[in-house]
């Protein structure tokens, strides 16, 4: 199967896209490069991020710091490729999730089942394959095949995941604590993502300084649009709590 990539042209920037990731000349990274991103609000446009680096490497579990309101979120849209920046250059050269429990994606008329089926071919999966891991744990038993706009949010929430699982990402993001179900339906997400998917990239993106210290191997911290990288974790930590 081909795999397709795409160029966006930014303000004379380049931003590489591979959705199954595979670029020649890199080996699995993702990479911004001197990125920065705003917005156009009532009062002029405000900068989320500037002049932003960072760069994430095969199997490497990296947290994000930040609080609220500091830029998070819009640089998962860019890590992500759902955003391009003003300027600057973002390389994916391995394949990246959407936001782990993210449902904003599913087409509400259809089906668990059938959108399930559209994710896998998008991504070269036989969705006939992942039928029955994902009616298992999701654990929605006759609603897997009712329309997603009958769901709780609950519910859309356990099928994000297992659509998350079902395709074996180079690199998982995760936007904040997944509260996903209950305290079991929690730690069943955690083996899968944590434990199953352990040599997998992960990148953690929250304001919880101990999710963080649990899960990764380094930190970077988001602070007045800049995004400071950190080898040493306490050090990350003594500047986030100073801030």
Known sequence: MVHHKFLFNTDASWTFYSPTGGARGYDGMIELNEVSRSYATSHGRATILSGVNFRIMRGE?????????AGKSTLIRLLSGAEAPDSGIVRRTMSVSWPLAFSGGFQG??????????VCRIYG???????KFAEEFTELGSYFREPVNTYSSGMMSRLAFAMSMVINFDCFLIDEIM?????????KCHTE????????????VSH???????HCD????????ALYNFNDMEEAFDFYNNE
């Open 179 to 187: 509260a996903v179900g209950d305290s079991r339906f929690h730690q």
């Open 208 to 214: 919880d300084p101990n999710y963080v210290r649990a």
């Open 61 to 69: 579990q990296v947290g994000i710091l930040g609080r609220n309101g």
């Open 193 to 204: 993502l944590f434990e199953k998917r352990r040599h997998n990239a992960k990148i953690i």
């Open 109 to 118: 008329s259809l089906t668990g089942l059938d959108n399930l089926r559209f």
């Open 218 to 225: 380094r930190l970077a911290v988001i602070k007045n649009g």
């Open 125 to 131: 999966q036989d969705w006939r394959e992942q039928i």
